[in-house]
């Protein structure tokens, strides 16, 4: 069987366009609807209040986290990675949930700091990614320079499918090499497809250029782009709504169906036989006085239907999972069914954590959720000094949602934090006060980074004999290496050979 699913993600630099490409292309798939054009049948709107009262009770705003939208007998499920200057693990996380991304870049700016590390994320789990180069309409850098700097900065093949037929000012259309026609813009901006022309004059110029990125660089394979091995690359400008019909068909033409997923030696493929899938993200409540989360599970196999029980790996016994939510961007349904791929929200009471497996059976465990060393590293000042036992249920809780990493030092009494972006630092402050009632402020800490130890038993336990100010538990039980500097991890990497220093854990 094959299955009609895209599940992907967008990754991008703030600014790149992200979110006018997402617009666009809900816009494609008629998930956005004009005010008033929606006209729901009795059970949609049904379903869509049922959904509503559970927002309003809950205070839980899932609002873009996943996006479905179908176009042509495709079911896209585009999978949020928030747009901020700093990210958490949660992006990271989101990353792990889908089968395919998109990169937005900048014509003008190329490859920017935040791609690169999404993109590094990516190849961890060689998904495949299909490259857009945006704003086209505006002058951007030569296209050759952008071409070969994906291909040196990300170590990839670059195949270009498409070739801009001038940019800025001279913009005049996009040349489509399958089809060999320029795609003009036609119509007010907002129309979906430009016109193809087939017998377009291209100016020299462009005509030597476009047989030059025809035959200086690979040519596209399906196979090398499932491996993450190879790029194809497209043009178009998102606020002109121009390129995006092209990338929506490449989506659904080459993006892979749901992949299979590891679940330790094994492969759990779609049809498996039973109902499975793992938790990557958890988002809790933003009224304070509720403890709901929605638990966002990406399902891996079978099909699933509303009212089913499950047995999420951390509990041990079934759920009934009652009102699941599925994510159409107009109305968020209560979903009746769903296949592999999609997403599935669970309202739960804390009872599901990132990283958990949910399955009929309890047989199997999905690994691969990792948590990714963190780069800002802060102590947590109590300033009421009575909280102790309250702020640690609080960091235990919140490292459980992926808000922060903690880590307890053997030595001392103050927990540490981790994050991997400054804005998690805010979050963590504000929900602490506001869920918890625990007034703290952070601090500086000696360290820098941290590693996750592992290796002979033996072996570790004379390492902690001697490093114990620079070790810490996290909130599993694992031993972590704080490190002052990158220098830090080097000096021990290199004089611990038998103990492995990881930036990643999985659970
Ligand atoms: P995000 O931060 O990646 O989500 O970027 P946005 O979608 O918010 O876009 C950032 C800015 O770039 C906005 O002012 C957009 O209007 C603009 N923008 C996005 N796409 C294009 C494009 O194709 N051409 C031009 N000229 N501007 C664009």
């Not at 309409?137 to 001038?166: C, H, K, N, T, W």
């Not at 790029?231 to 169906?257: C, Q, W």
């Amino acid at each position: 069987m094959t299955s009609n699913r895209r599940t992907f993600a967008i990754i991008s630099h703030p600014d790149a366009g992200k979110t006018t490409l997402t617009e666009k292309l809900l816009l494609q798939g008629g998930a956005i609807h004009l005010a008033g054009e929606v006209k729901a049948r009795g059970d949609q709107r049904r379903a869509r209040s049922d959904w509503m009262k559970i927002e309003q009770q809950r205070g839980i705003s899932v609002t873009s986290s996943v996006m479905t939208f179908e176009r042509e007998g495709v079911t896209f499920n585009l999978l949020d990675t928030p747009g901020h200057e700093d990210f958490s693990e949660d992006t990271y996380r989101t990353l792990t949930a889908v089968d395919s991304a998109i990169m937005v870049i900048d014509a003008a700016k190329g490859i920017e700091p935040q791609t690169r590390k999404l993109f590094e994320v990516c190849r961890l789990r060689s998904v495949p990614i299909i490259t857009f180069v945006n704003k086209v309409d505006r002058e951007g850098r030569p296209v050759f320079e952008l071409l070969d700097e994906i291909a040196d900065m990300l170590a990839l093949d670059v195949s270009p499918q498409m070739y801009p037929v001038g940019m800025g000012g001279e913009f005049q259309g996009i040349l489509d090499f399958a089809s060999g026609e320029v795609v003009v813009p036609e119509g007010p901006s907002r129309e979906f497809k430009g016109k193809r022309v087939a017998d377009f004059d291209l100016p020299e110029e462009i005509a030597e250029n476009v047989e030059l990125a025809q035959i200086g660089y690979p040519e596209f394979d399906l196979e090398a782009y499932r491996n993450g091995d190879l790029t194809p690359v497209y043009f178009g400008s998102a606020l002109k709504n121009f390129g995006v019909t092209e990338l929506i068909e490449a989506i659904a033409r080459i993006a892979p169906p749901p992949r299979a997923q590891p679940a330790g030696d094994k492969q759990i493929a779609p049809d498996h036989g039973e109902v499975s899938g793992f938790i990557f993200k958890v988002q809790a409540n933003m009224d304070p006085n509720h403890r709901d989360r929605i638990a966002f599970m990406r399902q891996v196999s079978g099909t699933f239907k509303r009212g089913m029980k499950l047995i999420p790996s951390g509990l041990g016994k079934p759920i009934a999972i009652h009102s699941p939510i599925l994510f159409f961007a107009q109305d968020r349904e209560i979903a009746d069914t769903a296949e592999a791929g999609d997403i599935i929200g669970i309202p739960n009471h804390g009872t599901l954590r990132v990283g958990d497996t949910l399955s009929e059976k309890n047989q199997l465990r999905f690994t691969g959720l990792p948590n990714f060393a963190p780069e800002i590293l802060r102590r947590v000042q109590l300033k009421d000094p009575t909280k102790t036992k309250q702020l640690r249920k609080a960091l235990d809780d919140l490292s459980e949602e992926g808000v922060i990493q903690v880590f307890y030092p053997e030595i001392g009494a103050q927990h540490i934090v981790g994050v991997v972006g400054q804005l998690q630092l805010d979050v963590l402050i504000s929900r602490l006060s506001a869920e918890y009632k625990v007034e703290a402020a952070l601090e500086a800490s000696p360290f820098a980074t941290a590693r996750w130890l592992k290796g002979d038993a033996k072996l570790l336990d004379e390492f902690e004999s001697f490093n114990r100010a620079n070790l810490a538990r996290d909130r599993d039980g694992d031993l972590v290496f704080m490190a002052k500097s990158p220098w830090d991890v080097n000096y021990q990497v290199e004089k611990n050979p038998e103990l492995s220093f990881s930036a990643t854990k999985e659970r």
